[in-house]
């Protein structure tokens, strides 16, 4: 875009100067002052480019770092997500432990009672 910018000033630079010189020689004075702020007008486009092609470069600097920033906070996210996953899973196993322990737990209490019965009658006879 800024070298559109440049071509066409560039380009009406170059429509006036080659009318300025088609004039006659009365206006080689003016026309050699008109090429003048033509240069002069050139050189301002010219730095103008140029102090656009640097934030261009600067702007495109920050964008890669901002992507990078993202990648991370992506990655990051992702590890997250894998960690919650590899915990639910875990999760899930201990409460399969436990309750497999609940029971034998519940099953040796229930023989533990049926013992104490079976004791006690034993010593009431």
Known sequence: MVGFI??????????VAKDALTKND????????QLNELYAENE???????EAER??????RELQKLQ????????????LEEDLEDAKATIKK????????L?????????C?????????LKNK
């Open 6 to 15: 440049i071509g066409a000033a560039v380009g009406a630079g170059a429509i």
């Open 68 to 79: 990078t920033r993202f990648k991370d906070k992506d990655d990051d996210a992702d590890n």
């Open 103 to 111: 029971r034998k737990l519940q099953e040796y209490k229930t023989a």
């Open 55 to 60: 934030r261009v470069e600067d702007l495109t």
């Open 44 to 50: 301002k486009l010219r730095n103008r480019n140029k």
């Open 113 to 121: 009672e049926s013992y104490e019965i079976e004791i006690a009658q």
């Open 26 to 33: 009365s206006d080689k004075q003016n026309n050699s002052q």
């Open 94 to 101: 201990l409460t399969r432990q436990n309750d497999d322990l």
